[in-house]
């Protein structure tokens, strides 16, 4: 079923389908058009219909999607059918906020380690987990069979810590740190740096507000 | 110069563009060849030409980029260039998190005003900044001029807020509650749920680590 020719931006839209789709099936709401989902998601319909298609023939024409063979089916594609343990590296304010996230991951996946090299912090209780220190990495990450990693370190630290995350057997890390990690080509890693979020919603600020080339628009 | 087909998976691609330039501008190197630029953010070469080909012909063939030219055109295109002041609403973990990124986002992008609707954080100092109430948003945002905010809020509040600073003359978005928010087709709005970054992660998780397929990998 999976291609090697998925790209990037597919898989990156995928997850934005299941929180609809989870959200219509709350609503009791059984079938959906490509036309529904690009009104709600601000895609084209047609790139909903391409991006569905990589994974097979869900649609039904004059029908549309079924929403909870959809909602199983990327579940399946995404890995999500399958239990996913998570560290994280960094109980800052930023870990401290992501632990609280747990609740939407779900059942499959879920933080179930967290760490920070400070002393102070090693035992601290955030939410159920007690924070460790970083000398445990590698054995939770192993004795738990925990296979993505989430970085919340200060960007000086961020490199050492991807390095023992890599060691340990990660197979993905999601880096918060606004830096750009060195690692083998088979570990996947997401930067999830809120600034280049910023800076790409800048690009969409309205032109010239008082400016002649407002008539452009 | 701007055209309004330029996609969103290029506009998000700039950020990280500039800031493996700013990298090379600090290490005082002046040209660089879209391999190299490639081969430090896992993209091919040929799509970063034409991302940046979308921009204007800033490359020269056997020499590269020059570095400080792009850092300087990427900077006009995201408008970097201008002053762009930030409103951060929610200032949990998550809020104050996000406050410590200022020092990330250079002068001319600052989150210059933190808002609660939780009593007694308002007057909370977070860095130089001071929680204020939700009654003063539409003023303050009028005040300075604020063109983007940042929601850090509960779910449940998200939409509320959205609407407050759509009413207030928000332009754009960045959206860390995990909802759809609905908002007027001219205000850009980014999900910055982080679930779905990790949900999209898992994707790339190895297949069948312990099971048969493992040889097709």
Redesign the interface.
Known sequence: M?SDKIS??V??R???Y???LN?LQKREISTVSSQELGQ???LNPAQIRKDLAYFGDFGRKGIGYDVSYLIEKIRH????DQQ?N?ALVGA???G???S??NA??KDT?KITAIFDAYEPKVGQQINSLTVQPMSELGDTIRAQGI??G?I?VPDSEAQNVADILVDSGI??I?NFA?V?LKTPA?I????????????????????GKDEAEDEQQ
Chains 1, 2 share one sequence.
Do not use: C, W
């Open positions: 999976k990037e931006a898989v990156r995928l997850p934005v299941l929180r609809f959200d709600k998601l601000d594609i995404l890995k999500l996913i998570v800052g304010n930023l401290h906020a992501l609280n996230y939407y991951l996946m296979r993505i989430i919340t197979e993905a999601l606004p750009i088979n996947r890693i997401h930067a999830a740096d809120f600034t280049t979020d910023l800076q790409s919603l800048a690009y969409y600020l309205h032109d």
